[in-house]
């Protein structure tokens, strides 16, 4: 089993920068994939980014060229570095791994608001 846990979420202006944390502890060794997925109210949880061990990345359209992932896969943690924040960018942001299970993080929250 696979724990997850987030830090960084808040408040901040358009045009702003946010970096979220996701720190995975337990069965560590199986993980490979890992990403962010983000859930704004009323609508359906989308993906973010995602970077595999070997550090390929996949992003969303709407944050390529904003948002970057990263991975330090000693310390086992993944980074979402988001720059050029947008009001739409408001959301849960959840942290996701997939090993031998697949596991979420319990969710941080990003508001991009005046």
């Known amino acids: 089993q696979v724990q997850l846990v987030e830090s960084g979420g808040g408040l901040v202006q358009p045009g702003g920068s946010l970096r979220l944390s996701c720190a995975a502890s337990?069965?560590?060794?199986?993980?490979?994939?890992m990403g962010w997925y983000r859930q704004a109210p009323g609508k359906r949880r989308e993906l973010v980014a995602t970077i595999t061990r070997g550090g390929s990345r996949n992003y969303a359209d709407s944050v390529k060229g904003r948002f970057t992932i990263s991975r330090d896969n000693a310390k086992n943690t993944v980074y979402l570095q988001m720059n050029s924040l947008k009001p739409e960018d408001t959301a849960v942001y959840y942290c996701h791994a997939v090993g031998s299970n697949v596991s979420w993080g319990q969710g941080t929250q990003v508001t991009v608001s005046a």
């Open positions: 337990g069965s560590i060794i199986s993980i490979n994939n």
